[in-house]
């Protein structure tokens, strides 16, 4: 492992997990890269470094993105809390933070501060947004990729080292555009900011909402009471506020004659990272990870290598995180740390067989997430004998696992007879809230437990 942070910037450590030996001829590595950021500090928390209503010379951008549909009114309490919500939000933003307020219908506007731009957070600001969103009223249909694509011509204004993050609420289906559009959108965007996505009530449809969510390489999750609002999106922008570096890429490097086969995190929550490649020089490609704070993640890599024989030994991967370079003068992309994948052949059979420990521990996690989306599909289809065992296996590996917090999910939808062998029986009433609860959170995961 080796770190190139400079002292004033986070500083990124990597770690590979993995059992490195092959029995002879074998040819598929599979690793657990850890990243862990850590000591931010370089970004100005106080509004240095912005250069007015136009937007920040670097800093943080932020839009937030406010369902205003019809179906915002019913019940009345919804729109009323989405605007304290937003409200709460706006309070959040670190002095300084460049920002704006979308409402969203059919179609899309910037009601705060206007003109496609973006305002400054201060006292001021603050207020004002917040007389602004005083005056939201719902009204209209749903067209989530209109209120994408606003979004990032607000953020096209920042400073290209500005971490920009969207907040989106939608309380109902995209009805007013076709999925094909939807898409469009969110391939306009990715690359371009973050976005968390949340859904009120249980009105809406959960692939669409944790489709945006995972595009964007953001956070989706459910507020079934509206009056839940206000804490979730304070939180969001807390964790919104914390996030030091944007753009960072996970890049791999395979040598002659080796192949990525996979790249998918896996710890906060899956995400398939694969088909997400941007080449970067000869034999290396990046994969996007997005903004980061204090945090650690896990990333699943899986590396094919030439076969070879005993003994010998070869590098069969190297794992780096990079980001933009200063802007200007042409810098490229800053290596923060990196660590090394490698490929062992050995006849020792029990070395060549061992199941490393993270490796075998987010396998599960990954076979988890299915087993709940497979099950619920099933359940939803009449198929109850599918679900009941698709279920029943991801009770099983939600127990084995530790992972308490899907289990307790797992509990709402099915009576567990023994999670050990994963006997269930489906719960004959099952609330809206409570499946959709399971379905929004069957990607997150648990960490390896420690011994």
């Given at each position: 492992?080796?770190?190139?942070?400079?002292?004033?910037?986070?500083?990124?450590?990597?770690?590979?997990?993995?059992?490195?030996?092959?029995?002879?001829?074998?040819r598929d590595v599979s690793a657990i890269v850890t990243v862990t950021s850590t000591g931010g500090g370089s970004v100005s928390r106080t509004g240095a470094g912005t250069t007015g209503a136009g937007g920040p010379a670097g800093g943080s951008a932020v839009v937030i993105m406010v369902d205003c549909s019809g179906s915002m009114d019913y019940p009345p309490e919804k729109m009323?809390?989405a605007r304290e919500a937003t409200a709460a939000a706006v309070d959040t933003l670190r002095d300084g933070t460049s920002f704006a307020v979308v409402a969203g219908t059919h179609v899309a506007r910037d009601v705060y501060p206007g003109g496609g731009r973006l305002a400054v957070a201060g006292p001021e600001t603050r207020a004002a947004a917040k007389e602004a969103l005083r005056?939201?009223?719902?009204?209209?249909?749903?067209?989530?990729?209109?209120?994408?694509?606003?979004?990032?011509?607000?953020?096209?204004?920042?400073?290209?080292?500005?971490?920009?993050?969207?907040?989106?609420?939608?309380?109902?289906?995209?009805?007013?555009?076709?999925?094909?559009?939807?898409?469009?959108?969110?391939?306009?965007?990715?690359?371009?900011?973050?976005?968390?996505?949340?859904?009120?009530?249980?009105?809406?449809?959960?692939?669409?909402?944790?489709?945006?969510?995972?595009?964007?390489?953001?956070?989706?999750?459910?507020?079934?009471?509206?009056?839940?609002?206000?804490?979730?999106?304070?939180?969001?922008?807390?964790?919104?506020?914390?996030?030091?570096?944007?753009?960072?890429?996970?890049?791999?490097?395979?040598?002659?004659?080796?192949?990525?086969?996979?790249?998918?995190?896996?710890?906060?929550?899956?995400?398939?990272?694969?088909?997400?490649?941007?080449?970067?020089?000869?034999?290396?490609?990046?994969?996007?990870?997005?903004?980061?704070?204090?945090?650690?993640?896990?990333?699943?890599?899986?590396?094919?290598?030439?076969?070879?024989?005993?003994?010998?030994?070869?590098?069969?991967?190297?794992?780096?995180?990079?980001?933009?370079?200063?802007?200007?003068?042409?810098?490229?992309?800053?290596?923060?740390?990196?660590?090394?994948?490698?490929?062992?052949?050995?006849?020792?059979?029990?070395?060549?067989?061992?199941?490393?420990?993270?490796?075998?521990?987010?396998?599960?996690?990954?076979?988890?997430?299915?087993?709940?989306?497979?099950?619920?599909?099933?359940?939803?289809?009449?198929?109850?004998?599918?679900?009941?065992?698709?279920?029943?296996?991801?009770?099983?590996?939600?127990?084995?696992?530790?992972?308490?917090?899907?289990?307790?999910?797992?509990?709402?939808?099915?009576?567990?007879?023994?999670?050990?062998?994963?006997?269930?029986?489906?719960?004959?009433?099952?609330?809206?809230?409570?499946?959709?609860?399971?379905?929004?959170?069957?990607?997150?995961?648990?960490?390896?437990?420690?011994?």
């Amino acid at each position: 492992m080796a770190n190139f942070a400079k002292p004033s910037a986070p500083r990124f450590d990597v770690e590979v997990y993995q059992n490195e030996y092959l029995p002879e001829g074998g040819r598929d590595v599979s690793a657990i890269v850890t990243v862990t950021s850590t000591g931010g500090g370089s970004v100005s928390r106080t509004g240095a470094g912005t250069t007015g209503a136009g937007g920040p010379a670097g800093g943080s951008a932020v839009v937030i993105m406010v369902d205003c549909s019809g179906s915002m009114d019913y019940p009345p309490e919804k729109m009323r809390n989405a605007r304290e919500a937003t409200a709460a939000a706006v309070d959040t933003l670190r002095d300084g933070t460049s920002f704006a307020v979308v409402a969203g219908t059919h179609v899309a506007r910037d009601v705060y501060p206007g003109g496609g731009r973006l305002a400054v957070a201060g006292p001021e600001t603050r207020a004002a947004a917040k007389e602004a969103l005083r005056r939201l009223t719902a009204g209209g249909g749903t067209a989530i990729g209109t209120w994408l694509r606003l979004a990032e011509s607000l953020f096209s204004g920042t400073d290209g080292t500005a971490i920009r993050h969207g907040i989106l609420l939608t309380d109902g289906r995209n009805e007013h555009e076709t999925p094909e559009a939807l898409a469009a959108a969110l391939e306009h965007c990715a690359g371009r900011f973050t976005c968390d996505a949340r859904g009120v009530g249980t009105d809406w449809e959960v692939k669409e909402v944790t489709g945006i969510a995972e595009a964007l390489l953001g956070r989706a999750d459910i507020v079934a009471d509206p009056a839940g609002l206000r804490a979730d999106f304070t939180a969001m922008m807390a964790r919104a506020m914390d996030k030091e570096v944007g753009d960072v890429a996970l890049r791999l490097w395979t040598p002659v004659g080796a192949e990525v086969l996979f790249v998918k995190q896996v710890a906060p929550s899956v995400v398939d990272l694969t088909d997400r490649r941007t080449e970067a020089g000869p034999r290396a490609g990046d994969y996007p990870t997005g903004s980061w704070g204090d945090e650690s993640r896990d990333y699943h890599v899986g590396v094919r290598v030439p076969g070879a024989g005993i003994g010998q030994e070869m590098l069969a991967a190297r794992a780096s995180l990079v980001a933009p370079g200063p802007a200007g003068e042409g810098a490229g992309p800053v290596v923060l740390s990196q660590g090394l994948v490698r490929a062992v052949w050995t006849d020792d059979l029990a070395a060549s067989t061992a199941i490393n420990a993270q490796v075998a521990h987010y396998t599960g996690q990954a076979e988890l997430a299915r087993a709940i989306q497979q099950g619920l599909e099933a359940r939803k289809s009449g198929d109850f004998d599918g679900a009941t065992a698709k279920l029943g296996r991801a009770v099983q590996l939600a127990s084995a696992s530790g992972n308490e917090d899907t289990a307790k999910l797992l509990a709402k939808v099915v009576d567990v007879v023994d999670a050990a062998t994963g006997t269930v029986r489906l719960k004959a009433k099952v609330t809206d809230a409570d499946e959709m609860t399971l379905e929004t959170r069957s990607t997150q995961t648990v960490r390896v437990k420690k011994s």
